[in-house]
């Protein structure tokens, strides 16, 4: 059972580099047919989508966070890693990470395993 675990700054100041890593235990983040995505959801809002880094190391950020997104891994030690630039007090939220099947997804149902999520305030 693949399992998933978010760590990272709980505070981040305005304009900085927010930076989380996902932890992966019971699979391998190098697998066929993998999807490792960032997922965030603000106070008192749904969740939305950042982007994703695929089995093969290809990667695929929402058009609106595009500029500003950046997923990388370390297959040796099973983690991949958000790094989202230029932060704002909008970018305060819970933080997941989670796994899909396939690069095209229909709804949340469709990420089969996720991380507890992590809180990220951006405040000075």
């Known amino acids: 059972q693949v399992q998933l675990q978010e760590s990272g700054p709980g505070l981040v100041k305005p304009s900085q580099i927010l930076s989380l890593t996902c932890t992966v235990s019971?699979?391998?983040?190098?697998?066929?047919?993998?999807?490792w995505s960032w997922i965030r959801q603000p106070p008192g809002k749904g969740l939305e989508w950042i982007g994703y880094i695929a089995y093969s190391g290809s990667t695929y950020y929402s058009p609106s966070l595009k500029s500003r997104t950046s997923i990388s891994r370390d297959t040796s030690n099973n983690q991949f890693t958000l790094q989202l630039t230029s932060v704002t007090p909008e970018g305060t939220a819970v933080y997941y990470c989670a796994r899909s099947l396939s690069s095209v997804v229909a709804g949340w149902a469709d990420f089969g395993s996720w991380g507890q999520g992590t809180q990220v305030t951006v405040s000075s």
């Open positions: 019971g699979g391998s983040i190098a697998s066929n047919s993998d999807y």
